[in-house]
């Protein structure tokens, strides 16, 4: 494919590579799983947030790839989610299958890279959704995937696009592992002095319902140290209530696995009328969120007031530190808890409720918060920067891949890397 210097063609993506679909091995046959394959589905593309992705929940073996319609997929292929729902995106960081719900693209290196196909087809996913049919489920075909029309300027701009846009997604990873490190941090300081009790060693202990502590601390029960609230779900099927772009964030367990000891992201909103009308909940800035629905123990801080579904309990007006109930859960074993639901993991309100928390001295906790403060601030406004670069990067995103931002004048100190 030839290019001029400063032009745009207009292509079909099967022009741009090779559309493979997916399958799945019979799930009654066991030894068709279990093996070295990563095999990816859309759930486990679900909030990941990552550019690169290198398994998923499960695996298959190589019978059970060889008995389906299930294929291996290079390093560096793009896999586009094509059903439930259409347009998730990674690129797969080592050889790969995926099960029926992909229709994924191994780039043609003479044409383009997996760097660029992956900015380019988060670009065009709309202009894909729109190429869907189906009656239960919209699903884009083989077909129609391969006949989706977009325009792409020469490798060499690609390239230039490309980088610009790695390096904010790049930024945003290292600060996330910066993140990452902090939590361990904070956590070790925790473990070592309200579980090994490290610091307070030449003190007196008295036993108490957690076992031994030092003297003078205590223990109450979640519902005597805080107003436990639950979120509420206005209908679905008024479609008014809800919004993907403003209102109150309204805050799912989806959205707590995306987040960090801070919460400040939502994929939904719930209108101020929905919020009056239902009488849901709305949390202050700074308290704990807890899941107990499903998936039992994701904990965040609400950097903001936000709201929640009604899998998740809010420990408003707290006489103890969010800080400090977020890594006091951070090691309660929430699986001691039972099962109560008939459809997944769950407890109930009332057993949260009578989860016993350790109650440290007045002084112990403020010195506590002094010590772990820093590092919490460190993490908000770590977050704060990856929120600004995603809103660049996105910004970006639709001017770079239009051609309305000229890029032939920009020269850049690195080539095209995998980044994996």
Known sequence: MKFKDDEWKK?????????????????????????????????????????????????????????????????????????????????????????????????????????????????????????????????????????????????????????????????????????????????????????????????????????LIPEGWGVKKVNDICNLKIGRTPPRKEEKWFSDRSGVKWISIKDMGNSNMFIDKSTEYLTEEAVDKFNVPVADAGVLLLSFKLTVGRLAITSEPMCTNEAIAQFSDSKLDSLYLYLYFKEFPFSKLGNTSSIGNAVNSKIIKDIDVLVPEKTVQERFADFISPIANLINNLNKENNTLSQTRNTLLPKLMSGEIDVSDIKLCVEEESHV
């Open 11 to 211: 292509v079909k993506i099967e022009d741009l590579g090779e559309v493979i679909g997916g399958g799945t091995p019979s799930t009654k046959v066991d030894e068709y799983y279990g093996g070295n394959i990563p095999w990816i589905t859309p759930k486990d593309l679900s909030g990941y947030t990552k550019k690169y992705i290198f398994a998923g929940e499960r695996n298959i073996t190589d019978k059970g790839l060889k008995n389906s319609s299930a294929k291996l997929l290079p390093k560096g292929t793009v896999l586009f989610s094509s059903r439930a729902p259409i347009g998730y995106i990674a690129i797969a960081g080592q050889k790969v299958s995926t099960n029926q719900g992909f229709k994924s693209v191994i780039p043609d290196e003479e044409v383009t890279s997996s760097e660029f196909l992956y900015y380019l087809l988060k670009y065009n996913t709309e202009k894909i959704k729109n190429k869907s049919s189906g009656s239960t489920f919209s699903e884009i075909s083989g077909k129609s995937m391969k006949n989706v029309e977009v325009v792409i300027p020469n490798k060499k701009t690609q390239s230039k696009i490309s980088n610009i846009l790695s390096s904010f997604d790049q930024k945003i990873e290292v600060n996330n592992k910066i993140i990452a490190n902090l939590e361990e941090q904070a956590q070790a300081i925790f473990k070592s002095w309200f579980i090994d009790f490290e610091p307070f060693q030449d003190g007196e202990f008295v036993e108490s319902e957690l076992g």
